[in-house]
């Protein structure tokens, strides 16, 4: 797996990744530790297709109050097809994940997650 980056936009929590790789509104709640643990299943469950090609992938989701993920679809789809593939049999294995934040006000949250492939960390 070559730079996957993944990131809380509001900058909340240190998950080792870059800023806009994960996107959504935490409504002021603290989601560190639960996107630690998120990056770490989804990197666990992406199978990276080999290839020299470069891309990303873009996809929405919903996490309901139980983990569960939703709504997967892809947004902005890479040329290459493995890549598209690979990112949403990621989250599909990662689903369920951990219970959203028990301070979160509602009962699902939309994200936004990109899948990079060989491309630099900028």
Known sequence: MKNENFDNQKGQGESGVRDSDIQFDS????????????VTQVKSNWNVPESFLKGHVVI?????????LT??????????????????????????????????????????????YNEGIK
């Open 60 to 68: 929405q989701f919903n996490v309901l109050r139980n983990g569960t």
């Open 27 to 38: 409504k002021g709640v603290d989601f560190g530790p639960w996107i630690k643990r998120f």
């Open 71 to 116: 709504d997967i679809r892809v947004i902005e789809a890479s040329d290459v097809p493995g890549f598209n593939s690979a990112a949403l049999n990621a989250l599909r294995l990662t689903s369920p994940t951990l219970d959203l934040p028990k301070e979160y006000p509602l009962d699902k949250v939309l994200f936004t997650v990109t899948f990079h």
